[in-house]
Protein backbone atom coordinates (compact mmCIF):
# COMPACT_ATOMS: atom_id res chain seq x y z
CA UNK A 1 0.00 0.00 0.00
CA UNK A 2 1.19 3.35 -0.69
CA UNK A 3 1.57 6.43 1.46
CA UNK A 4 -0.54 8.79 -0.21
CA UNK A 5 -3.52 6.35 -0.77
CA UNK A 6 -3.58 6.76 3.27
CA UNK A 7 -3.33 10.08 3.14
CA UNK A 8 -6.54 12.45 2.39
CA UNK A 9 -6.68 16.01 1.28
CA UNK A 10 -8.97 18.80 2.24
CA UNK A 11 -9.53 22.43 2.79
CA UNK A 12 -7.79 22.32 5.83
CA UNK A 13 -4.70 19.81 4.93
CA UNK A 14 -2.44 22.94 4.89
CA UNK A 15 -3.33 24.47 7.94
CA UNK A 16 -2.91 20.91 9.62
CA UNK A 17 0.84 20.56 7.85
CA UNK A 18 1.50 24.03 9.05
CA UNK A 19 0.83 23.39 12.48
CA UNK A 20 2.62 20.23 12.22
CA UNK A 21 5.64 21.92 10.71
CA UNK A 22 6.09 24.24 13.79
CA UNK A 23 5.42 21.68 16.71
CA UNK A 24 7.64 19.43 14.65
CA UNK A 25 10.51 21.49 14.26
CA UNK A 26 10.55 22.26 17.60
CA UNK A 27 9.64 19.25 19.70
CA UNK A 28 10.54 16.56 16.85
CA UNK A 29 9.02 13.44 16.25
CA UNK A 30 9.20 11.81 19.59
CA UNK A 31 8.17 14.78 21.46
CA UNK A 32 5.48 15.97 19.92
CA UNK A 33 1.53 15.09 20.43
CA UNK A 34 -1.43 15.14 18.83
CA UNK A 35 -3.04 16.91 20.80
CA UNK A 36 -0.39 19.69 20.50
CA UNK A 37 -0.30 19.77 16.66
CA UNK A 38 -3.96 19.42 16.98
CA UNK A 39 -4.10 22.54 18.91
CA UNK A 40 -1.47 24.65 17.07
CA UNK A 41 -2.76 24.19 13.62
CA UNK A 42 -6.46 25.25 15.28
CA UNK A 43 -8.66 21.48 14.20
CA UNK A 44 -9.69 18.98 16.13
CA UNK A 45 -8.33 15.58 16.84
CA UNK A 46 -10.56 14.27 14.61
CA UNK A 47 -9.97 16.72 11.44
CA UNK A 48 -6.02 15.66 12.17
CA UNK A 49 -7.01 11.93 11.50
CA UNK A 50 -9.15 12.42 9.11
CA UNK A 51 -6.09 13.96 7.03
CA UNK A 52 -3.79 11.89 8.29
CA UNK A 53 -4.01 8.31 10.11
CA UNK A 54 -0.81 8.11 11.47
CA UNK A 55 1.19 10.42 13.18
CA UNK A 56 4.51 9.16 11.30
CA UNK A 57 2.32 9.54 8.07
CA UNK A 58 1.99 13.65 8.94
CA UNK A 59 5.62 13.79 9.81
CA UNK A 60 7.08 12.30 7.07
CA UNK A 61 4.51 14.59 4.67
CA UNK A 62 6.37 17.74 6.80
CA UNK A 63 9.80 16.26 6.95
CA UNK A 64 9.72 16.24 2.83
CA UNK A 65 8.59 19.80 2.44
CA UNK A 66 11.15 20.83 4.80
CA UNK A 67 13.94 18.54 3.18
CA UNK A 68 13.44 20.30 -0.40
CA UNK A 69 13.20 23.61 1.53
CA UNK A 70 16.90 23.29 2.99
CA UNK A 71 17.72 21.53 0.00
CA UNK A 72 16.66 24.97 -2.05
CA UNK A 73 18.87 26.84 0.01
CA UNK A 74 21.95 25.89 -1.72
CA UNK A 75 20.39 27.41 -5.04
CA UNK A 76 20.46 30.78 -3.33
CA UNK A 77 23.41 31.26 -2.09
CA UNK A 78 25.59 33.96 -4.63
CA UNK A 79 27.99 31.98 -6.10
CA UNK A 80 29.23 34.98 -7.88
CA UNK A 81 29.76 37.00 -4.96
CA UNK A 82 31.88 34.68 -2.99
CA UNK A 83 34.75 32.33 -2.90
CA UNK A 84 34.50 28.66 -2.96
CA UNK A 85 35.60 28.27 0.55
CA UNK A 86 32.30 30.73 1.46
CA UNK A 87 29.98 28.85 -0.44
CA UNK A 88 31.31 25.35 0.91
CA UNK A 89 31.12 26.91 4.48
CA UNK A 90 27.62 28.22 4.18
CA UNK A 91 26.23 24.82 2.47
CA UNK A 92 28.44 22.71 5.21
CA UNK A 93 26.86 24.78 8.10
CA UNK A 94 23.27 24.57 6.34
CA UNK A 95 23.85 20.81 5.99
CA UNK A 96 25.08 20.12 9.51
CA UNK A 97 22.86 22.26 11.13
CA UNK A 98 19.83 20.41 9.60
CA UNK A 99 21.24 16.68 9.75
CA UNK A 100 22.00 17.03 13.62
CA UNK A 101 18.92 18.92 14.55
CA UNK A 102 16.10 17.34 17.07
CA UNK A 103 13.87 17.51 13.37
CA UNK A 104 16.57 16.30 11.21
CA UNK A 105 17.67 13.44 13.68
CA UNK A 106 13.56 12.86 14.13
CA UNK A 107 13.45 12.55 10.50
CA UNK A 108 16.57 10.03 10.11
CA UNK A 109 15.26 7.78 12.64
CA UNK A 110 11.29 8.02 11.13
CA UNK A 111 12.42 7.07 7.90
CA UNK A 112 14.47 4.41 8.39
CA UNK A 113 12.17 2.66 10.21
CA UNK A 114 9.14 3.09 8.16
CA UNK A 115 10.74 2.45 4.99
CA UNK A 116 10.67 -1.36 5.14
CA UNK A 117 7.04 -0.95 5.74
CA UNK A 118 6.52 1.71 2.93
CA UNK A 119 9.35 1.33 0.87
CA UNK A 120 8.71 4.54 -1.47
CA UNK A 121 8.76 6.89 1.91
CA UNK A 122 12.94 5.76 1.68
CA UNK A 123 12.75 6.47 -2.20
CA UNK A 124 11.12 10.10 -1.55
CA UNK A 125 13.14 11.21 0.95
CA UNK A 126 16.33 10.56 -1.37
CA UNK A 127 14.77 12.15 -4.71
CA UNK A 128 13.38 15.27 -2.39
CA UNK A 129 16.45 15.63 0.03
CA UNK A 130 19.82 14.45 -0.42
CA UNK A 131 19.23 14.13 -4.01
CA UNK A 132 18.31 18.04 -4.94
CA UNK A 133 21.36 18.80 -2.56
CA UNK A 134 23.55 16.58 -4.68
CA UNK A 135 21.88 18.32 -7.57
CA UNK A 136 22.89 21.56 -6.21
CA UNK A 137 25.97 20.88 -5.06
CA UNK A 138 27.52 19.67 -8.67
CA UNK A 139 26.19 22.77 -10.22
CA UNK A 140 28.41 24.88 -7.79
CA UNK A 141 31.12 22.76 -8.75
CA UNK A 142 30.51 23.50 -12.31
CA UNK A 143 30.76 26.85 -11.53
CA UNK A 144 33.54 26.99 -9.41
CA UNK A 145 35.14 24.66 -11.93
CA UNK A 146 34.69 27.71 -14.54
CA UNK A 147 36.43 30.24 -12.34
CA UNK A 148 39.29 27.97 -11.67
CA UNK A 149 38.69 27.57 -7.52
CA UNK A 150 38.10 23.66 -8.19
CA UNK A 151 38.85 20.46 -10.42
CA UNK A 152 36.26 17.86 -9.52
CA UNK A 153 36.55 14.94 -11.63
CA UNK A 154 33.33 13.13 -10.48
CA UNK A 155 30.99 15.92 -9.13
CA UNK A 156 28.21 13.48 -7.82
CA UNK A 157 30.91 11.33 -5.49
CA UNK A 158 32.41 14.78 -4.54
CA UNK A 159 29.34 15.68 -3.47
CA UNK A 160 28.71 12.93 -1.05
CA UNK A 161 31.99 13.04 0.03
CA UNK A 162 31.37 16.47 1.11
CA UNK A 163 28.45 15.52 2.82
CA UNK A 164 29.73 12.89 4.74
CA UNK A 165 32.38 15.40 5.63
CA UNK A 166 29.86 17.60 7.32
CA UNK A 167 28.64 14.58 9.80
CA UNK A 168 31.65 13.39 11.24
CA UNK A 169 32.10 12.96 14.61
CA UNK A 170 28.87 14.68 15.49
CA UNK A 171 26.16 13.00 13.89
CA UNK A 172 26.06 9.53 15.00
CA UNK A 173 26.61 10.51 18.64
CA UNK A 174 23.61 12.28 18.58
CA UNK A 175 21.40 9.84 16.48
CA UNK A 176 22.23 7.01 19.19
CA UNK A 177 21.47 9.47 21.98
CA UNK A 178 24.86 9.45 22.98
CA UNK A 179 24.29 13.29 22.84
CA UNK A 180 21.25 15.00 23.18
CA UNK A 181 22.58 17.80 20.71
CA UNK A 182 25.66 19.54 19.23
CA UNK A 183 26.29 22.35 19.79
CA UNK A 184 27.39 25.71 17.04
CA UNK A 185 30.72 25.70 17.77
CA UNK A 186 31.20 21.62 17.43
CA UNK A 187 29.12 22.35 13.51
CA UNK A 188 31.64 25.07 12.88
CA UNK A 189 34.75 22.89 13.55
CA UNK A 190 33.28 20.02 12.04
CA UNK A 191 32.21 22.26 8.77
CA UNK A 192 35.60 23.95 9.03
CA UNK A 193 37.38 21.02 8.84
CA UNK A 194 35.41 19.38 6.48
CA UNK A 195 36.23 22.38 3.56
CA UNK A 196 39.61 22.10 4.32
CA UNK A 197 39.49 18.72 3.58
CA UNK A 198 37.70 18.81 0.45
CA UNK A 199 39.61 21.83 -1.23
CA UNK A 200 42.93 19.79 -0.29
CA UNK A 201 41.28 17.43 -2.49
CA UNK A 202 39.34 19.20 -5.02
CA UNK A 203 40.90 22.99 -5.03
CA UNK A 204 43.60 24.38 -7.48
CA UNK A 205 45.05 27.28 -5.23
CA UNK A 206 48.86 26.31 -4.79
Not at 58 to 75: D, K, Y
Not at 160 to 184: M, N, P, R, T, Y
Request: aromatic share 10%; charged share 25%; with cysteine.
Amino acid sequence: MEVESLIKRGRKFDQVIDGASRVFMAEGFEGASVDTIAREAGVSKATLYSYFPDKKLLFIEVAQREITRQASLIAEIDHDGLSAREVLTQIGTNLATLLMSKFGISVYRVVIAEAGRFPEIGKQFYCQGPCVTVERMMAFFKHAEDRGELKVEDPHLAAHQFAELCKADCFFEVLLGIKSSVSAEDIKRVVDSAVEMFLTRYGTAA
